[in-house]
């Protein structure tokens, strides 16, 4: 079993700065690919970046391309979600979420996932 812990959300003004963790336990991740995914209030749940955890390649939503990074931290066993220049339409509860499939950015592939850390930002 894996364990997904996400924190760092919070109400931000637009154009600010956020990151959220993802703690994970449980089980070795070096063959795991992490992603984030996020759920606005009456939207489907959508994919927002991802990163596999053994050589760091990433894939990002082309609607956070250039604002969101996606790291992490092997000693920590923590993903990291860096959100810059937030936007409203950023406003959702974004999900941590892990996955024994390649850099596949689909929802059905992730086996495990956080509670979810509400992100609010205004205008």
């Known amino acids: 079993q894996v364990q997904l812990v996400e924190s760092g959300g919070g109400l931000v003004q637009a154009g600010a700065s956020l990151r959220l963790s993802c703690a994970a336990s449980?089980?070795?991740?070096?063959?795991?690919?992490m992603a984030w995914f996020r759920q606005a209030p009456g939207k489907e749940r959508e994919f927002v970046a991802l990163i596999r955890w053994s050589g760091g390649n990433t894939i990002s939503a082309d609607s956070v391309k250039g604002r969101f990074t996606i790291s992490r931290d092997n000693a920590k066993n923590t993903v990291y979600l860096q959100m810059n220049d937030l936007k409203p339409e950023d406003t959702a509860v974004y999900y941590c979420a892990a996955s024994r499939q390649v850099l596949v950015p689909s929802l059905g592939a992730y086996d495990y996932w956080g509670q979810g850390t509400q992100v609010t930002v205004s205008s």
């Open positions: 449980g089980r070795a991740f070096s063959s795991y690919t």
